[in-house]
Every structure is written in C-alpha cells, then in structure tokens.
C-alpha cells in the first residue's frame, strides 16, 4: 500500500520527466547508489520541473527570491546501480501557504520505483526575509497555470 506524503493533491497539468544515467561518482564500493544521491536527484527533478514550466531558480532570482529547501523526505524501495539509467517524475503539490512542495518518484531502468520523496522550499526575499504571503510572481504564475486559490 502506498502512503501519501501530504494531503495536498498533485496538480496534474503540472508535471516533468527526467532520464539521467548514474555516474560512477554517485556509487559506493559496490556500485549502488549513495543513499544521499537521490536528494540531489530531487533537485535534477525540480531544476527540470522549473525549466519546463517557466519557475525556474534564475526565474524566482530574477523576481529577488530564494527558495530553500526546508524539509525533505525520501522513502528507498530499491537501489539504482553504476551505469543504470533512471527516471525523475516530478509533481508540484497545491498548497495555499508561501511555499512550494514537490512530489518526486524515481524509476530505474526497468520501470520499478526504486525511491520516492517529497521536498518543502519557502520564499525569502534578497533580504534574507521569509515571506508570509506567496510573492507576486508566483501568485501570477499559479494563475497561468490554473492554480486557483
């Protein structure tokens, strides 16, 4: 059975798939994957999310906002292996707060959920200020995107 993460739903319009081959630095003695590799496999999801989907990080930047990551989860079913290609699919979550959550499953070769996981990142001004309220842009942005309040 699978659990959910959050009660927050996927937005369906909204979703990226990502193919990398695992790389020889990314594995241990071995050859299996590092578990600590899949986060940073989150982060090729969502630089890829954002690309496709113009909310991109120089996009967020351009309008004077960061977005830490302040909360990760990250369930391993199975492990990725030394030259083994995977799959990142990678879900943004509808929430009202000033912060973006992302939902990610990665697959290997074979199609097998091998890790899913979710990430939380807030807004923070040039100023090092956590934003309250979701900021302009992205309220524009959510709206381009049929992500109605």
């Not at 496999?41 to 977005?67: M, P, Q, V, W």
């Not at 995977?86 to 097998?112: Q, V």
Request: hydrophobic share 30%; charged share 30%.
């Amino acid at each position: 059975m699978k659990r959910k993460l959050t009660n927050y739903k996927r937005v369906k319009n909204l979703t990226n798939t990502y193919s990398d081959r695992v790389k020889f630095k990314e594995v241990d003695s071995l050859g299996i994957v590092w578990h600590g590799h899949y986060i940073s496999y989150f982060e090729e999801g969502r630089e890829a999310f954002g690309r496709e989907h113009d909310i991109s990080y120089l996009e967020i930047k351009r309008n004077d906002f960061s977005t830490p990551v302040v909360n990760v989860v990250c369930n391993y079913k199975k492990s990725l292996r030394y030259g083994e290609t995977y799959t990142i699919k990678t879900f943004i979550l509808d929430n009202l707060s000033a912060k973006i959550i992302m939902e990610y499953e990665i697959y290997n070769e074979n199609h097998e959920l091998v890790c899913e996981g979710q990430t939380t990142q807030v807004f923070v001004d040039r100023d090092g200020t956590l934003a309250l309220y979701n900021p302009d842009f992205y309220q524009r942005w959510r709206k381009e995107n049929n992500i109605i309040d």
